[in-house]
Every structure is written in structure tokens, then in C-alpha cells.
């Protein structure tokens, strides 16, 4: 299909859950949200390929929109 | 003054006055273990089998009720087998290795504990903690009839407790008064509460996670699969934040509702809130069932700074606390066992000098650190801190359900392994290259299917060398330990987990079935050299 890694990619999965988690410690809600703001900008630098941008894009919107719940 | 704090399943050791108590001076006993719970009756076990006399003082008659610990690991079992005690438990137990998780309806993530063949235990059995308990002083009993020195006293509280560095100092409540005892060495194995540890002063410190969860024991009939099964924002709405559910013998099953921080604890437990509770679950889908113990608990994250003090030893959660997601806590009592018997019998023997015992503090903090660290996670997981938190929780959910990719962050409950005691100062570098990582220097040895038995029934409660592929000497008089030798070609299961992608191995292993040290060719200088280090006479360095 298209060129996002969609298969198993961490081997230390919890140990960089955690580290988000730490990362957010401490913040309001807004200077969180503005924390995943610049993260996000910083990861999608690193990728550098606008076509895995948009399918990562898509996958994130996807998995949103099952409306199970509302956030919070 | 001498109240019951539970009721009991099993009134096993009654109380009946001793000799002790009309002693002129306070009589003398080799080890006391203060506490008869799993672990001091398991530590009972452990070191009576090896000689060494030995007096268990508990405050109650018998065990408790209630499936309390409930999953028992395979390294349990193990050490249990090791000490006679696993017959019945697997018996009784109920056999599982799966685990499955769910988001509201929907199903996220899988998890199989034990993928592969050939071991003698399954990775987890779900047994009510009562019966464990129950087994094991049964196995004491029946040690006792052939000889082997082990005492039970119960109601006998230990009011005060003073050690110094060649004994320690008890004085015991009884309904027929106080007496006093000397004893040894001391194992405190009497809970996270430890009296034993507040009498002396030490600290426990962590951290407490506000939120509360209501146990329920229930006897119903359902159809559900035998495996553990997670909920994160159950459907059944009304029943808690989260919910885990495991199946039990004697048609019982374990049902573990998160129901918050601020909550009327009393209001909570009365049997109308319970019902409402369980009717949310249960109702739908039709199911009738019978309230057989309920409980609430809350729980806490912490360590003592160290285990030993002096000629206090602690083990099981007097020592440590952890959250129950993952079976972390009676498990690794067990594993306190299994680390300090063979220890303590080397020192009480004169074989070993008393640092020794520093290694059991070494080891044991190092997996409890470990055991800290994942309950921590899986508990901020089930139950975020934050806004923000919570929101990444559901990220993680919400992508699981399409994206496998995802899963891996799935965190409900790491369940335990055993500890691999990497950096352990009683380890010999690893010098067999090529060889599985599982099997290396500090870990416990994979067990391996051989002649209609298993790997770890030889194996355990002495050193032992084992060879594979390779002719090994007669080594007594150099080296106390037993030695097994396979040829080639003899077990492949057994190759495949200790030969790995080599010719041939020379293992030396612990009593408890820990890996010491591993090379390809026999050097009796170097297996030497390495049973020194293990057992605490070689310098350090």
C-alpha cells in the first residue's frame, strides 16, 4: 500500500510511552497541547516525506472518528 | 488484645501453648519467620528442607479469605516445585496464558504469555490465595512427619523486636501471655503493614495511586474462555472506570472493578452497591451468580531502602508493594525465597561469609525496582494522572482497534517474569557466544522437556553444572555441585535454549536455578573461579 510503517516499529514501547508522559508533567492543558504541537513539527521534519506525512495524517483522523467516545 | 484483623478459610495452626513459654530463659531457635502468609510459610519450606530449624509466629490461626494474590506465575510454580508444594496447586489451578483486552466493545490487544512448548508449568494458574496457602502448610505437615524441622505457632503476635549483629530478641503475645525468644536470624514475612518493620523503625516509601478498586469473588455459571480479560471503559456502564475479570476454581470467578478516588468506602461495600455493580455486567447478559467475598482495595508503589538489617531479613510486601496489575506481588515473594534460602543456608553453615546476604539485597531491590517500574506504568496507564494522560491513553486505544502498530502501547498490566538478576556481583561474564540471551549469566534456566521429565526437576536447591555436548570431569573435592551431562543430539528443546547457534556449553547453575556463568570448553580454574564469585568468597572486582 502506501509508504507509512503501519507494522510494529518500537522495541521499547513502554519505555517511550513514559517519557511522553513525563514530558507532559507538570503542564496546564494549553501548554500541553502546544508541547504536542511542537512535537509533531519535529517528527514530521525528521520523516521528511510529505506522502508519509499525509498517510499519517489519514490513520489519525481515522481511528477519531469511530466516535466510541468522547474525549473526556 | 489478640483480635482477629480477617476471618479465616482455614484454621490450620490452632493455638497450643509451648514449652517455650515456661522457659526459665528465653529459649533459642535457629530462624524465626514472623508472618504465615504465602511467603514466610514458602521461606518455612525453603529453609527447613535444607536442615536448618526453623519457627514460623502468626498472629492468626490459620489463612484468610478471599482469591487475594489469585495469579500465580510460573516461576512460582517453579519455586513451589522446588519445594514439594506444586502438586495440588496445579490440580486446583486453573490454566491460562492468555490475555485479552478491550475497549469499550472493542477488542485492542492480545497477548499470549507463553508462545512456546515444552515447559512443565503454564505461564499463569489462577488459584484463590487460600488454597496456596493451604498447600503449602499441608507440605509442611507432611515435612514435619518425615522429620524436617519446621514449627508453626498461631496466635503468637510478636510485640517487640530487638536485633543486634549475633542475635535478635522477640517478645510474643499469646492468650496465655507474653513470653520471649531469641532466635539466629529473623525473616519478616509479615505484610505490607509489617509490624515487624514499624517496630524497628524503617521506612517504606513510595507512591500512592489515588484511586480504589472493588474485588469481587462471585459464583456463577458463564461461558466465558478461560484467559484474563481487561476492560478500559467497559461497556457495561455503571460498573467501574475499568474492569478485569478472571476465572477461578470451584466455579468462581474474580471480578476487579476501578470505581475512583473519592468513593464512601463503607457505602461502597454494602451489598446493594455491590449488586448495582455487578448486575451492569452481568445482567445483560443473563447471568445469575452468588457474592462469595468482596473487598476494596487501594494501593501504593514502595520499597525499603534496604532488606536486610542486621539479622532482620525482609521478604515479600513487608519489603515491597507494588500495584496488582501484573501479578507482581506474591510472585516475587516467592522469588525473595528462592534468593535468600540457599544464602542464608551457606552462611548459617559457615560455608560462605555473611556478605553473602548483601547479594539478596542487591538482587532482590534490583528486580523489585523493575517490578516497581512496570506496575507504576500499567497503573498510570489504567488510571492517568491527567487531562493529558487520559489523552494519550485513548490515542493509544483508538489507534489499536485498526493499527496493530499501535498495541505494543497497550499497557494493562505487564504480567510478571521472573527476574533476570543482570549485573548481579555473584555473576561470571557471559563467555559463550552465540548462546541464547535468555539463558545468560543471571537469569532463572529455561526449563527444557528431557526423559519424560523436565530440565528443572534436576536442577535446583544445590549448584549444579550442567554440560551439554561436552565431557565434563569429576569435580567433587574442587567444586561442591552436581553435575549433568547431555550428549549431543540428546534433547533438541534442551539445545535450543542453551546451545543456541554453539557446538557445546558448560553452564554452572544456582540453587535457585539462576544461570552463574556459561562457557563453551571445561576449565575447572574457571568454573572454580566462578562458584567462588557466586557464593561470595572471591574479592570483588
Redesign the interface.
Known amino acids: 500500500m502506501g509508504k507509512l510503517?503501519?507494522?510494529?516499529?518500537?522495541s521499547d514501547?513502554?519505555d517511550i510511552?513514559?517519557a511522553?508522559?513525563a514530558a507532559?508533567?507538570g503542564?496546564s492543558?494549553e501548554e500541553?497541547t502546544a508541547l504536542n504541537a511542537r512535537l509533531i513539527l519535529t517528527l514530521f521534519n525528521h520523516i521528511g516525506d510529505a506522502d508519509v506525512i499525509g498517510e499519517a495524517l489519514e490513520?489519525?483522523t481515522?481511528?477519531?472518528q469511530?466516535e466510541?467516545?468522547k474525549?473526556? | 488484645m489478640l483480635e482477629d484483623r480477617y476471618n479465616l478459610a482455614h484454621r490450620l495452626y490452632p493455638y497450643s501453648r509451648s514449652v517455650d513459654q515456661d522457659a526459665a530463659t528465653p529459649a533459642h531457635h535457629q530462624v524465626i519467620v514472623i508472618g504465615g502468609g504465602p511467603v514466610g510459610m514458602a521461606a518455612a519450606l525453603e529453609l527447613g528442607l535444607k536442615g536448618i530449624e526453623t519457627l514460623v509466629l502468626d498472629d492468626h490461626e490459620g489463612v484468610g479469605q478471599g482469591s487475594r494474590a489469585i495469579c500465580f506465575s510460573k516461576r512460582c510454580l517453579e519455586i513451589a516445585h522446588r519445594l514439594g508444594a506444586a502438586g495440588p496447586m496445579m490440580e486446583k489451578g486453573v490454566e491460562w496464558s492468555l490475555g485479552r483486552v478491550f475497549?469499550?466493545?472493542?477488542e485492542v490487544f492480545e497477548f499470549n504469555l507463553l508462545p512456546e512448548e515444552g515447559h512443565r508449568f503454564p505461564a499463569f494458574i489462577n488459584l484463590q490465595q487460600p488454597y496456596f496457602e493451604k498447600y503449602l502448610v499441608e507440605r509442611i505437615r507432611q515435612a514435619q512427619a518425615e522429620g524436617v524441622p519446621i514449627e508453626i505457632r498461631g496466635r503468637n503476635k510478636v510485640t517487640d523486636i530487638d536485633t543486634d549483629s549475633d542475635k535478635v530478641a522477640l517478645q510474643i503475645e499469646t492468650p496465655d501471655g507474653q513470653y520471649s525468644l531469641t532466635a539466629d536470624w529473623v525473616i519478616a514475612a509479615d505484610g505490607a503493614g509489617s509490624p515487624t518493620r514499624k517496630m524497628m523503625g524503617l521506612g517504606f516509601d513510595g507512591k500512592v495511586f489515588e484511586d480504589n478498586f472493588l474485588i469481587a469473588d462471585v459464583r456463577m455459571k458463564a461461558d466465558f474462555p478461560v484467559e484474563r480479560r481487561f476492560w478500559f471503559?467497559p461497556p457495561f456502564k455503571g460498573s467501574g472506570d475499568s474492569a478485569l475479570l478472571h476465572k477461578q476454581p470451584d466455579g468462581e470467578w474474580r471480578i476487579d472493578f476501578q470505581i475512583g478516588w473519592h468513593i464512601d468506602r463503607e457505602k461502597e461495600l454494602q451489598d446493594e452497591n455491590i449488586r448495582a455493580r455487578l448486575d451492569a455486567m452481568l445482567s445483560p447478559m443473563g447471568i445469575d451468580y452468588e457474592i462469595v467475598w468482596t473487598s476494596i482495595y487501594t494501593f501504593q508503589c514502595r520499597r525499603m531502602e534496604k532488606f536486610r538489617h542486621d539479622r532482620v531479613i525482609f521478604v515479600g510486601d513487608s519489603c515491597h508493594q507494588v500495584s496488582p496489575f501484573g501479578a507482581r506481588g506474591c510472585n516475587s515473594g516467592m522469588q525473595d525465597v528462592d534468593n535468600l534460602g540457599w544464602k542464608l543456608k551457606r552462611v548459617i553453615d559457615g560455608l560462605s561469609p555473611e556478605e553473602l546476604l548483601d547479594s539478596y539485597d542487591e538482587e532482590r531491590i534490583a528486580a523489585t525496582d523493575e517490578n516497581i517500574l512496570?506496575s507504576t506504568?500499567s497503573t498510570?496507564?489504567i488510571t492517568p494522572k491527567?487531562?493529558?494522560?487520559?489523552?494519550?491513553r485513548?490515542?493509544?486505544l483508538?489507534?489499536s482497534?485498526?493499527?496493530?502498530?499501535a498495541?505494543?502501547?497497550v499497557?494493562s498490566g505487564?504480567l510478571s517474569i521472573p527476574a533476570t538478576l543482570d549485573g548481579s556481583t555473584l555473576n561470571t561474564q557471559d563467555d559463550l557466544p552465540g548462546a541464547p540471551a535468555r539463558s545468560r549469566p543471571g537469569a532463572v534456566c529455561p526449563d527444557a522437556p528431557l526423559d519424560g521429565d523436565f530440565l528443572l526437576d534436576r536442577l535446583g536447591g544445590r549448584f549444579a553444572v550442567l554440560a551439554i555436548g561436552v565431557d565434563v570431569p569429576d569435580f567433587q573435592g574442587d567444586i561442591d555441585a552436581d553435575r549433568l551431562m547431555f550428549s549431543k543430539g540428546q534433547f533438541p528443546v534442551l539445545e535450543e535454549r542453551y546451545l543456541g547457534g554453539t557446538e557445546q556449553a558448560i553452564y554452572l547453575i544456582r540453587p535457585d536455578q539462576h544461570v552463574a556463568g556459561r562457557w563453551a570448553d571445561w576449565s575447572i580454574d574457571a568454573v572454580c573461579k566462578a562458584f567462588g564469585r557466586a557464593t561470595g568468597m572471591a574479592e570483588k572486582g
Not at chain 1, 5 to 10: A, E, F, G, M, T
Not at chain 2, 103 to 106: I, K, S
Not at chain 2, 386 to 392: D, E, L, M, Q, W
Open positions: 510503517n503501519r507494522s510494529r516499529n518500537l514501547a513502554d510511552y513514559a511522553l508522559i507532559h508533567e503542564l492543558d500541553s490513520v489519525a481515522l481511528a477519531g469511530q466510541r467516545h474525549a473526556l | 475497549h469499550g466493545e472493542r471503559e512496570n506504568r498510570d496507564f491527567s487531562t493529558i494522560s487520559k489523552v494519550f485513548n490515542a493509544v483508538d489507534l482497534e485498526e493499527n496493530d502498530f498495541r505494543p502501547f499497557n505487564r
